[in-house]
């Protein structure tokens, strides 16, 4: 199973999005790690885990270069373990990164996760979305940042669920709670906003 297989029809349209809402910049931007763990990790295609959690670094890699904001939660970490050892090898590289456990499906009613938004600011708005799984806790997340005042973009390959039907269905509901549809290139291509600088070409090299 991979997620490059999907059709283009399973992918949901997206609805009330301002153009303006729909550009990224990286002044305004957070990237979030929602439940890349261990133990729920064994449970994914092992094809789409290694796509997405390669998509992940590569957003990983974006934010550190361009100093955005990382959030990083880990759902019952006592039983599904902590963020895979892949993810955590990139984020040993990033200084601005902000953590916190959860059993809320939604990071949005976790106490710590208020704590962490409001310290990021009101100016930090448009947050960029990965995680597992898609139709629980990446859904619920982005409902709540929506309902919040916040854009949510979410790549359809740095996403995934135990089933590809799941996948799809999280993307349908994420696309009528008003997130964001996108891929990495597409997150990536819009923060960058600009060939020939450094960045561009450092981060264009990942893709390739």
Sequence with gaps: ??????????LPEHHNVSTVELALDRERAILFIVDFQEKLSKAMSAEVLRKAGSN???????????????VVSQQY????????????????GCDNVHRFDKVEFSACE???????KESLGDERSQ???????????????????????K?????????LSRSKENWTTGLGLIG?????????????????????????KALARLVK
């Design 176 to 200: 009528h709670a008003g997130g964001v549809i996108s891929s990495t290139e597409a997150v990536l291509f819009d923060v960058l906003g600009r060939a020939e600088t450094e960045d561009f």
């Design 56 to 70: 992940a670094r590569i957003l990983i890699e974006m934010a550190r270069r361009l100093d955005i904001p990382i």
């Design 127 to 149: 947050w960029i979305v990965t995680g597992m799984e898609t139709h629980i806790c990446v859904y619920q997340t982005v409902r709540g940042l929506v309902q919040a005042g």
């Design 110 to 116: 976790a106490e710590q996760f208020a704590l962490i």
């Design 151 to 159: 854009s949510a973009h979410i790549p359809v390959d740095a996403v």
């Design 1 to 10: 199973m991979s997620i490059s297989d999907t059709p283009d029809k399973a």
């Design 77 to 92: 970490p006592q039983g599904l373990g902590t963020t895979i050892e892949e993810l955590e090898d990139t984020l040993s």
